[in-house]
């Protein structure tokens, strides 16, 4: 009985997951097409270009918010547990 409460946990995580990925892309499709009407405006008033700079911003916004949304946070758990050698210039030299 527990597994399958886990499972369907699992389960409806997933479904909100992708039904919020699917919101994420139709408002990034939004913000492109809103960004494509005031390309042809931008130049010839300062308001447009303004709001033309901010929609870019928010475009950016959201892709990073579906970027984050397909990371496993397991696999990110496990990258911050272990210890990273930075590489100093001297190691592209050695031989």
């Known amino acids: 009985m527990n597994i ?5 946990i699992i389960t409806c995580e997933r479904l909100i997951l992708v039904n919020k990925k699917q ?5 990034i499709q939004h913000k ?4 494509k009407k005031l390309h042809l405006h ?7 270009n ?4 901010t929609l870019i911003l928010e475009k950016a916004i959201l892709n990073k918010e579906l970027k984050e949304i397909d990371k496993n946070p397991i696999i990110e758990a496990v990258k911050k547990a272990i210890p ?12």
């Open 4 to 8: 399958i409460k886990k499972s369907f």
């Open 23 to 27: 919101q994420l892309l139709k408002r």
């Open 32 to 35: 492109e097409l809103q960004i």
């Open 42 to 48: 931008q130049e010839s008033n300062d308001v447009c």
């Open 50 to 53: 303004q709001l033309y700079n």
């Open 84 to 95: 990273r050698r930075e590489k100093l210039i001297c190691d592209y030299f050695k031989g």
